[in-house]
Each structure stands twice: as structure tokens, then as C-alpha cells.
């Protein structure tokens, strides 16, 4: 079924099957040596709608960041592909089970038909040979709540208008592919907390707090990266830190528990041995240049103290680096 009300199926679908005016995606990632440089564009970015998960405003920046400095290194646009192939959706390279995670991706999308847990799930688990799928719980309804509550353009109602507009951009995007995916609301709590020209902002406020980690996880990173002495941003910082010094209410349905996993930017920072900067959503060769480094200290550092972050955040930092 293709009718809205079962979620945006029909949009899905058509991400899903024909990234890169290709098939599929085993396919597309087969032939990675042989493409245009303009199709390994198409697939890394559809690679990063499907696998990115809460690293995804970073990734998408950097992504963007390869099309204003690179227009032709097929190395990195493949390396790229190999790293979220590896890291965010984990298929072997070898067998890679396409059919069940495809048809995993449709089902889940489904999860607001009728016939979703009597007939899909069961169907899925026999076309599959009896694997059991992982279905995140369904937060669409709240996602819908809260974003119902963002007004048009949200960055003209807020002193840190950057950073609403970079995560409202993300969430919106993300919405289109997978409008259910509780990550959804740690883009909300991001937008939603900064918002502190709205006149109902003390009922924002709230809502962040009832988001449970999700919201604090936002809170936790406007304290840790905004200037006390920053007068612009003052309600915003002083918001977030009543949200972590009262508690954070009830957690949403769905919520996952407390992953501590840094940003990128934060695993460049830790490689560089620096203290980490306000987050200005930029690529990382800025905040390189910005330190007065070069690409070969950067790499020298990673070598020396790479094993401290995670390896998909090694690897992506060193592929930025010993490219072109």
C-alpha cells in the first residue's frame, strides 16, 4: 500500500530500489570501481539516508563539504561508500543480505497498517527463513506532535539560528525517508531547545524535558559547548541546564537508552589533542585550518592516538585527510 496514512511508503520504495539510477544497492556498491563520479555521489548520499544514525548532521556536512573540494576523486567517493557500508549499515562485503534488509527497511514502514503485526512480521520472519526482525519501536506520533509545534523558517525565532537551521534541515530530510525513527527526536529536542524567541518557549522547554535522554543528550551539548559569558545565547544555555538540574520527565515511547558515543567532531578534537570547540557545523578541514594544522599532523595524530575513537569515526577522519 501506497496511502499516507501508512507512512511515506511509495517515496521509500523508490530510495530504497533505484539509488543511483541503479537496481539496487548491491549492485551499485558491486560496481563501486566502475561508476561516474557523479553516481558514487548519488550512492553516497543515498547510503547515508538509509545507514546514518545519530551521526548524521556531521556526516551530511562533510558529505556536502566533498562537493566544494573534491569534483573528481573516485578514492574517497568509494572509500566513503565502503565506510558506511561497513560502520552504519553493516553488510559483509561478500554476502551481503540485500533481499532481507531491503524487505526489513519496507516492513518496517508498515508499522502503522492493520495487518502489520498479524500478517507483515509473520511473512517476513518465513521469506526470510526465519530471521527475526529488529523493529524499533514507533515514535511517529510524538515526532508529529513536536514538529507540528516548529513554526515556518524556526531559525528567525531563535539566537543561535545556525545551528536550527542545520538540524531542522537534517530532520527534515530524515522525516521524508523514515518518518517513525525515534533518532528523529534528538533532531527535535536540538531545534525545539533553541528556540527562545517563541512565546510559548518555557512550554518547549518542557516538552524537551519530557523527551527523557534524548532531550538531555541536547541539553548536555548546548552546556558543554556555549560560552557562559555568551549574552545572545543565555536563555537558550540557562534552559538547558534547568532541563539536566531538574531531570528530564518521562522518556518517549521508544526511546533508546544512553548511548555514549562522541561526535565526530569531538573524535577529531580528541585525535588533534585539543580542547573541542562551540560546534559551529562545519566540515572538519575548516576546524583543521582554523588550528593551523596540516593533513599530515592530522594524520600523524590519528596514528598516534586513533585507538581512542570509534573505528568508523577513524576511519572516516582518515579518509578526509589522504584524499585529494
Known amino acids: ?45 543515498g547510503l ?8 548524521v548532521i556531521q556526516l551530511v556536512i562533510e558529505c556536502d563539504a566533498l562537493l566544494d573540494y573534491s569534483q573528481d576523486d573516485d578514492e574517497l567517493m568509494v572509500g566513503l561508500m ?22 526489513g527497511e519496507i516492513v518496517r514502514k508498515l508499522d502503522r497498517h492493520p495487518l ?12 526470510s527463513g526465519g530471521q527475526t526482525l529488529v523493529v524499533r519501536d514507533n515514535a511517529r506520533d510524538i515526532i508529529d506532535d513536536l514538529a507540528a509545534r516548529v513554526p515556518d523558517r524556526p531559525s528567525r525565532f531563535s539566537y543561535d539560528p545556525q545551528r536550527v537551521r542545520a538540524r531542522w534541515h537534517v530532520f527534515s ?25 517563541m512565546d510559548n ?26 560560552d557562559p559569558k555568551d549574552e545572545q545565547r543565555q536563555a537558550i544555555y540557562r534552559a538547558a541546564q534547568d532541563v539536566l538540574r531538574n531531570g ?23 585525535v588533534i589533542d585539543r580542547p573541542k570547540p562551540d560546534d559551529r557545523d562545519q566540515p572538519l578541514i575548516v576546524y583543521m585550518r582554523d588550528e593551523r594544522l596540516s593533513k599530515g ?28
Open 248 to 270: 528530564t520527565g518521562n522518556a518517549e515511547q521508544g526511546a533508546a537508552p544512553p548511548v555514549n558515543r562522541p561526535s565526530l567532531l569531538a573524535s577529531f578534537y580528541a
Open 173 to 197: 530530510d530524515r522525516r521524508k525517508v523514515d518518518g517513525g525513527n525515534p533518532d528523529l527526536l534528538n533532531l527535535l529536542a536540538g531545534v525545539l531547545i533553541r528556540l527562545d524567541r
Open 297 to 324: 599532523q592530522v594524520l600523524h595524530m590519528l596514528q598516534e592516538r586513533g585507538a581512542e575513537i570509534p573505528a568508523s569515526h577513524r576511519a572516516i577522519i582518515q579518509l578526509l585527510f589522504a584524499s585529494r
Open 82 to 103: 565502503e565506510i558506511l557500508w561497513d560502520h552504519y549499515l553493516c553488510f559483509g562485503r561478500d554476502t551481503p543480505e540485500f533481499v532481507n534488509f531491503l524487505l
Open 201 to 226: 518557549y518555557g512550554e518547549l522547554v518542557k516538552l524537551v524535558g519530557q523527551l527523557g535522554e534524548r532531550g538531555a543528550a541536547s541539553c548536555r551539548e548546548i552546556v558543554e559547548t556555549t
Open 116 to 127: 502489520y503485526q498479524d500478517v507483515f512480521l509473520p511473512q517476513y520472519t518465513q521469506l
Open 1 to 45: 500500500p501506497d496511502e499516507p496514512r501508512y507512512g511515506c511508503i511509495a517515496l521509500d520504495f523508490r530510495q530504497l530500489l533505484h539509488l543511483g539510477q541503479l537496481d539496487d544497492l548491491e549492485v551499485l556498491f558491486t560496481n563501486r570501481h566502475r561508476l561516474s563520479f557523479r553516481k558514487m555521489k548519488s550512492a553516497v548520499f
Open 48 to 55: 547515508l539516508k538509509l545507514g546514518a544514525g545519530s551521526d
